[in-house]
């Protein structure tokens, strides 16, 4: 059984930074996609980024575009993302997720193990 566990979430200023990671367990995931996706009270699971099984393909939500940046260590087992330029409508649970392909999907339903999550909160 694959486990996704996320973590680096905070509280920072508006304008700053942080690193999420998740880090899988239970199987290898390097031919697999990844993911990352966030939820605020009220609102659905909406797509950030993911990334493709071999990590030579990405895809980005127009929001985030140019300021958040996905990555994977497969040698780690280790999805990151890392969100800059921080803006107070970021403001949500991240969420972690894999696929059984290596394609990069947008979709939540594409998607088939998923973490816990991990808050990330942003002040203006």
């Known amino acids: 059984q694959v486990q996704l566990v996320e973590s680096g979430g905070g509280l920072v200023q508006a304008g700053g930074s942080l690193r999420l990671s998740c880090a899988a367990s239970g199987r290898t995931l390097s031919s697999n996609a990844m993911g990352w996706f966030r939820q605020s009270p009220g609102k659905e699971r909406e797509f950030v980024t993911s990334?493709?099984?071999?990590?030579?393909?990405?895809g980005y939500a127009d929001s985030v575009k140019g300021r958040f940046t996905i990555s994977r260590d497969n040698a780690k087992n280790t999805v990151y993302l890392q969100m800059n330029n921080l803006k107070p409508e970021d403001t949500a649970v991240y969420y972690c997720?894999?696929?059984?392909?290596?394609?990069?999907?947008?979709?939540?339903?594409?998607?088939?193990?998923w973490g816990q999550g991990t808050q990330v909160t942003v002040s203006s």
């Open positions: 990334i493709s099984g071999s990590g030579r393909t990405t």
């Open positions: 997720a894999a696929r059984s392909g290596s394609m990069y999907r947008s979709l939540p339903t594409q998607y088939d193990y």
